[in-house]
C-alpha cells in the first residue's frame, strides 16, 4: 500500500489542515516564499504581494512554459496580487487586505515594513487577531539586526561552514555554499511558530508578533557543536567519513553498541584494538583513526552493492552516495510520493511535496502557478469590494496590475 493510501484509509475525506486560514504574503527570494509555500500546502490561501516587476527569482532558469521552475517550487499554490507600495494607495489597498488576513509573513530588512506602515503595531491595532511573523538574517534589534544578509552570508557567520569544514580530512579551506540551508531552516522553523501561534490564538482570541532570525535557525542546528564552543576539548569528533569503495563511494554511520559491534563482526576489525564497550565510556578515547583505516581497506576491496547488502544485512546504516535524480527515482522515493507535479501543459514540473503527511488532513504541493498579477482584480474585488471602474483606476495608476485567467488550484501527485 502506497502511503498516500495508507494515511487515507478508513479515515473518510480528508480536510485541508489550515483551510480557511488566509496568508498575506510580502516575501521575496526564499526564506519566506518557502514558509508560506508550506502554508499553501497546508490549505491556506496565499496571497503573494509583489512589485510591479515581481519577485526576482522569477527570471531564473530553468524554465517550462514561460515560468520559473526555481520560483514555483516555492511558490506553487499561491495567488499573485501586484500593489506598487511606493505609491500612498498601495500601501492603504495593503493595509486594508492586511484586516482580512489571518497570518502577515514577511522577510525585508528590519525596518522596512514600519516605514511603509506595514508593521505589526499598525497592523495589528486594526486587526487583533493577526499573526505576523517577519524573517530577517539577525533579527529585528540588536546591533547588527540592519545587516544585509543571505543564506550564505549566514552560514559563514554562524560557524556552519567552518564546523563543516571541521569534519573533512583535508579541510584545506571552507567548502563553497551551494545549499541555502539557513534560508529552509528559517522557513521551517517560521511555518511552525505561525502553526503554534494560530493554535494559541483559538484559545486566547490574540494574535502575536514573530520574529524568527536565519542566524538563530543555523546555530539551533549545531547541536554539539554547540556544545563544543562551550567545552572545546572534551567531545570526539563524530567518525563518519566518505569511504572508497572499488565503484564509488559509501557512508557507514555506525552509532549504537550494537552497529559496532556488528561493524566490527563484518569487516574483521582487529581483536584487542577496542571493544565496543570502551567505545561508550565517558572518557573513552576512540581510536578513530585507525577504526577508519581498517574499515576503509575493507570497503575498498569491494563494491558499493557488496558493502549494502553486507552492512546493511548486517544492521549497520550505510549508503552508497547517490545524485538527488537517482534518490528520486527509487522504489521509497516513488512510495512515498515525494513528488508533485504543478503547472499546466507545457508548464508543468515536478516540485517536492512536504516531508510529512497526516492522516486526516490533505498536505501536498498545490497546483496553481502564480502568474505575475494574475488575481490582483480577482482578489480586490472579493475582498475589499472594489468595482470594475475603481480596479480600472488603479491599474492605469500603475498602483496595480492584473492579466490572465484564474488557472487550476488542483494538485497530482507523481504517480509510481
Not at 556544545?227 to 576539548?233: E, I, L, N, R, Y
Not at 559509501?250 to 582487529?270: E, Q
Request: with cysteine; proline share 6%.
Amino acid at each position: 500500500m502506497k502511503a498516500a493510501e495508507h494515511h487515507a484509509a478508513g479515515v473518510g475525506p480528508r480536510h485541508d489542515a489550515l483551510g480557511g486560514i488566509r496568508v498575506l504574503d510580502f516575501t521575496i527570494v526564499m526564506s519566506g516564499p518557502m514558509c508560506t509555500r508550506i502554508l499553501a500546502d497546508a490549505g491556506a490561501e496565499v496571497i503573494k504581494v509583489e512589485a510591479p516587476d515581481g519577485d526576482m527569482p522569477r527570471m531564473r532558469p530553468p524554465f517550462r512554459g514561460g515560468v520559473s521552475t526555481y520560483f514555483g517550487a516555492m511558490n506553487c499554490g499561491k495567488h499573485s496580487i501586484v500593489l506598487n507600495l511606493q505609491t500612498p494607495e498601495g500601501r492603504q489597498i495593503a493595509r486594508e487586505l492586511a484586516r482580512t488576513a489571518d497570518v502577515i509573513v514577511e522577510n525585508f530588512r528590519p525596518g522596512v515594513m514600519k516605514r511603509l506602515g506595514l508593521d505589526y503595531a499598525t497592523i495589528a491595532a486594526e486587526n487583533p487577531r493577526i499573526v505576523y511573523c517577519s524573517i530577517s538574517g539577525f533579527g529585528q534589534d540588536g546591533p547588527g539586526a540592519t545587516a544585509p544578509a543571505y543564506a550564505p552570508v549566514i552560514q559563514a557567520a554562524s560557524g556552519y561552514e567552518l564546523a563543516h569544514a571541521g569534519y573533512q580530512d583535508d579541510p584545506g579551506k571552507p567548502a563553497a555554499s551551494g545549499i541555502f540551508v539557513a534560508d529552509v531552516l528559517a522557513a521551517i522553523h517560521s511555518a511552525t511558530a505561525i502553526s503554534l501561534a494560530l493554535f494559541d490564538r483559538e484559545r486566547t482570541g490574540a494574535g502575536q508578533y514573530i520574529d524568527v532570525a536565519l542566524m538563530d535557525a543555523v546555530i539551533a542546528m549545531l547541536i554539539g557543536e554547540f556544545q563544543d564552543a562551550q567545552f572545546p576539548g572534551e567531545r570526539s569528533l563524530v567518525p563518519y567519513r566518505p569511504m572508497r569503495a572499488k565503484d564509488g563511494f559509501i557512508m557507514i554511520a555506525a552509532a549504537t553498541k550494537r552497529n559496532f559491534a556488528a561493524l566490527f563482526s563484518v569487516t574483521g576489525y582487529p581483536p584487542g584494538r577496542n571493544t565496543v564497550d570502551s567505545l561508550f565510556t565517558a572518557k573513552s578515547e576512540w581510536d578513530w583513526p585507525i577504526i577508519r583505516q581498517h574499515v576503509e581497506a575493507w570497503t575498498m576491496a569491494r563494491t558499493v552493492d557488496e558493502i549494502e547488502a553486507a552492512l546493511g544485512g548486517a544492521g549497520v546504516p550505510c549508503s552508497r552516495y547517490k545524485t538527488l535524480a537517482e534518490t528520486l527515482s527509487d522504489p521509497q522515493s516513488i512510495h512515498r510520493n515525494i513528488q508533485a507535479r504543478v503547472g499546466a501543459g507545457d508548464g508543468e514540473f515536478a516540485v517536492a511535496n512536504p516531508p510529512f503527511r497526516m492522516s486526516r488532513a490533505r498536505i501536498h504541493a498545490r497546483r496553481k502557478m502564480p502568474q505575475l498579477g494574475l488575481d490582483t482584480d480577482r482578489v480586490l474585488g472579493e475582498l475589499l469590494g472594489y468595482s470594475a471602474q475603481k480596479l480600472a483606476q488603479l491599474r492605469q495608476a500603475g498602483v496595480t496590475a492584473s492579466s490572465g485567467p484564474i488557472a487550476d488550484d488542483r494538485a497530482a501527485p507523481v504517480q509510481a
